[in-house]
């Protein structure tokens, strides 16, 4: 007899060899109650390597923000797990029209935390509202991509700037 996972799914539990599921498991496999004997039993005696998830990490916080263009800096945090990659990416347009300086944070917990700081300045004013992505992708040893978060900026331009704009 072979096994062979198709998916991980929270709801399925074993215990002391006994396979239990709950009927939502078993409808979105397909199955009936009814077509299952009363405890089906796991093959001890069959060798198989069951690999646990990791459950990858990648949050920004706040997932979005609003900047004064020729303002302030705007603190956000990027919370990723350890070991992985993150890379941030920005819409074409917010590469002239915002700044960042980043600051690489602490470790605690297999989560690392760093600091970004956004500021927008285009020396325009009175223009209506700007809108642009900022994007974390969070990549595995092999470069796979496994999670990603997206930070929803948007740049206010008020009708004098504080630099003579």
Request: aromatic share 10%; hydrophobic share 40%; net charge neutral.
């Amino acid at each position: 007899m072979t096994f062979r996972i198709i998916a991980f799914d929270p709801e399925v539990i074993v215990f002391r060899g006994v396979v239990t599921a709950s009927l939502v498991s078993l409808a979105l496999a397909g199955c009936s109650a009814q077509s299952l004997s009363p405890l089906q039993h796991a093959d001890t005696a069959v060798q198989s390597t069951i690999v646990q998830p990791q459950f990858a990490i990648l949050k920004w916080n706040p997932l979005s923000i609003k900047l004064i263009d020729g303002g302030p800096y705007q603190a956000t945090t990027l919370k990723y797990t350890k070991g992985y990659t993150a890379s941030v990416l920005y819409d074409d347009e917010c590469n002239y029209r915002i700044d960042v300086d980043f600051h690489p944070g602490p470790s605690e917990h297999h989560v690392v935390t760093d600091g970004y700081n956004f500021y927008a300045y285009s020396g325009t004013s009175g223009s209506p509202a700007f809108h642009c992505l900022v994007n974390a992708l969070l990549k595995d040893s092999g470069g796979r991509v496994v999670a990603h978060a997206t930070l929803a900026v948007t740049i206010i331009y008020p009708r004098k700037h504080q630099h003579g704009g």
